[in-house]
């Protein structure tokens, strides 16, 4: 069940891309209405994070997510009326909201469904998310060109019908319980304190894998344009989003064991930022394997920060932890592609695209430090700082 929910924290976003051409020829959206459309979902998923914490606060863990799913549903297949970039941004915005809303309530859902393995459920719900990704952004055109052709925009209400069947069959479950002390705790966690150096850690660190990941993608291709060799562009964005795969499912294993030390977090951070200047200047097939480690390492410092909120304090208070840690870390994953694209084209150097991630990067190698698990008195302590 974590796995196929996590399957709909972004497939509803990959959609867009390969119908890019079709949206533009077809319905008249503009190059610059396409990029708002397949890039504000993330944003729209930062700020929605926060109304997800409060939410969750009151309604509990399982009725958000559900909610969520729901809202992610019916926003993601309304984008196949053809009415206008508009009213396909509004459904969007929509989409984004149920998005916020699942996220929020799945680190707290994993650490109510399986609280002695919270980093395994982690790691499995990342797990579904990567693979939704690669899902969405590889039979989209395959659906369109040889199942619907000229219903085409069909194709968002089509991805959208399993996650129906996915509301409906959780559903049909009971709710994991929570205590009335718990849920009334739930409710007055409302202020997390913007101040916390635990929380502006995480989200800076979630925000360094998602903005190293996408100026991955969006940079790759010109680095093979400019060197010449733009028939590797095919294998090496295979290899930087297989290899996120191949990260994510040894970490299925091996996440509780690494959870809270320092060393995993600062190896894979070290590995990502060490393979941009691989891929920049490798020759022959070199840029294929540095994309691989690039993703390898991306995928895995994602996995381990995002199991860090429900490991790090009592469950009453992981939503509003999560909350705060995504709407810091998804904003930088939004600015931080934004400015590298910038950076590019002021200088007209590759390198100056991935600068800004880079530097996210080094930062967040100073600001890591060991996460402690807390209990007794420093569970209470840490609890105290997110109520």
Known sequence: MLWCLGLYLRLGVLIVPPLIPRLESLLGFSAEQVAVAASLPVLFIAAGSLAGGWVTGRLGIFTTVIAGLLVMAVGGALRSVPV?????????????????LMQTGLPALARSWVPGKVGRATAVYTNGLLIGEVLAAG????LVSHVLGKRWLWVFALWMI??????????????????????????????????????????????????????????????????????????????????????????????????????????????????????????????VWAAGLYGFATSALLT????????????PQVPRLAARVFTVGYALVFVLPVLGAWAHDL?????????????????????????????????????????
């Open 84 to 100: 206008g970039f508009g009213v396909f941004l509004l459904f969007t915005l929509i989409m984004g909201i149920g998005i916020a």
């Open 139 to 142: 039979l989209t055109g395959p």
């Open 162 to 287: 399993p996650a129906v069947v996915l509301a409906a069959t959780l559903l049909a479950r009971r709710e994991p319980r929570t205590t009335p002390a718990a849920r009334r705790r739930s409710d007055v966690a409302t202020s997390s304190r913007w101040h916390n150096p635990v929380l502006w850690r995480l989200g800076i660190l979630l925000g360094t894998a998602g903005g190293l990941y996408l100026s991955g993608n969006i940079f790759l291709p010109q680095i093979l344009a400019d060197s010449g060799r733009l028939r590797l562009l095919t294998p090496s964005l295979v290899s930087l989003n297989a290899m996120q795969l191949v990260s994510s499912a040894a970490l299925v294993l091996l996440t509780d064991r690494l959870l809270g030390r320092r060393w995993p977090i600062a190896a894979a951070l070290i590995m990502a930022l060490a393979m941009v200047p691989a891929m920049l200047r490798l020759p022959g097939t070199g840029p």
């Open 304 to 315: 381990l920060v995002m199991a860090l909120p429900p490991w790090l304090v009592p469950l």
């Open 347 to 387: 200088t007209g150097f590759i390198a100056a695209g991935f600068a800004p991630a880079v530097c996210a990067g080094l930062l967040s190698l100073i600001v890591t430090e060991q996460f402690q698990p807390h209990n007794g008195i420093e569970q209470h302590m840490i609890g105290k700082e997110f109520d």
